[in-house]
């Protein structure tokens, strides 16, 4: 049977490995919003930032747009410099510290999907699926050389079952889902080093390599 894979999305350092409070979302029209409380029974101190535009953004936009620019020469952070920096130094300032922040992909943009619009459905077309792990990839690098980005979450699709793994070390942590012939594998590098990876699957073989304190989600086609 063949099978091969598909992309491949490196997420950055991880600062905890458990469960350790609650957040808020950080979208453009929540600039005058206190995005960092503290009181007697909850403290606040984590944000999800989308990637572009989300359902409850003031209008829709996108870092990149332009189908025929390859390269990302056209990539414009203006959007979130005006709003969502600003939120968070705001609200770092309120909270007194750091806070943690992870990032989420929303939709692809526009011409990436099958449906051409940012809502309503629509699937990412096969051909850009690599050219999407480079738009998020340069997200989360725009996001850290601001020292913003604490964390970056992971989706799966609807309905997907959890399914059965076996790991040859512990320094690697690793899930996997099943969904439509199609296998998402998560693997968590808590460690200081790189890590070669082997995905196996019956006679298939795929080599990766994990980073230092890392996430990192390979999709796999039966």
């Not at 990637?51 to 979130?80: K, Q």
């Not at 692809?108 to 459905?121: D, L, S």
């Not at 099943?178 to 196996?200: F, H, M, Q």
Request: aromatic share 10%.
């Amino acid at each position: 049977m063949k099978r091969k894979l598909l992309s491949t999305v490196l997420a950055v350092t991880m600062a905890v490995s458990r469960l350790t409070g609650c957040g808020q979302s950080g979208t453009n029209e929540a600039t005058g919003a206190g995005a960092a409380t503290t009181d007697a029974k909850t403290e606040t101190y984590r944000v999800r930032i989308p990637i572009d535009s989300c359902d409850f953004s003031l209008a829709h936009y996108e870092a990149d747009g332009e189908e025929a620019e390859e390269n990302s020469e056209h990539f414009s952070f203006e959007r979130v410099e005006k709003y969502i920096l600003p939120l968070l130094d705001a609200a770092e300032k309120a909270y007194g510290g750091k806070l943690d922040i992870p990032l989420s992909p929303w939709s692809p943009p526009v011409y990436m999907k099958t449906n051409g619009e940012r809502n309503n459905g629509g699937k990412l077309k096969p051909e850009y699926r690599k050219r999407w792990a480079e738009y998020i990839c340069r997200y989360i690098e725009e996001y850290r050389s601001r020292g913003h980005l604490w964390h970056f979450t992971h989706f799966l699709k609807a309905g997907a079952q959890r399914i059965g793994v076996t790991r040859y070390t512990d320094k690697i942590e690793v899930t996997a889902f099943e969904k439509d012939g199609r296998i998402t594998v998560v693997l968590l590098n808590r460690t200081e080093e790189e890590i070669p990876v082997y995905l196996r699957l019956g006679e298939y073989c795929a080599e990766l390599t994990s980073k230092a304190k890392s996430i990192m989600t390979a999709e796999i086609e039966k």
